[in-house]
């Protein structure tokens, strides 16, 4: 069972960067597919990155295509999403989250991780 705690989250001004961290512990990051959630009050949970368990497929929404980077530091066992060219919607709590249901997919539906991180809020303001 691996436990997940994110960092790096704040209150950025529009056009600013931010790095998400997700530190894991009790199992390596590499024996999960991670993905990077967020949700905002009265929105679903929804899935703005992703990273396959064999490491050679990433995902990102169509909202954050081409601002945001998912990667994974095996060896300090962390998964990390830079955020660039942030915009006021992209305020939310952040979460990571892990499954090790598929190697090769990246999965997006919150239902098929099993583990989860407590969040942390990113605030742009505009």
């Known amino acids: 069972q691996v436990q997940l705690v994110e960092s790096g989250g704040g209150f950025v001004q529009a056009g600013g960067s931010l790095r998400l961290s997700c530190a894991a512990s009790?199992?390596?990051?590499?024996?999960?597919?991670m993905g990077w959630f967020r949700q905002s009050p009265g929105k679903e949970r929804e899935c703005v990155a992703g990273i396959s368990r064999s490491g050679g497929r990433t995902y990102y929404a169509d909202s954050v295509k081409g601002r945001f980077t998912i990667s994974r530091d095996n060896a300090k066992n962390t998964v990390y999403l830079q955020m660039n060219s942030l915009k006021p919607e992209d305020t939310a709590v952040y979460y990571c989250a892990a499954e090790d249901h598929g190697w090769r997919v990246v999965t997006t539906a919150p239902s098929t991780y099993d583990y989860w991180g407590q969040g942390t809020q990113v605030t742009v303001s505009s």
């Open positions: 009790g199992r390596t990051v590499s024996s999960y597919g």
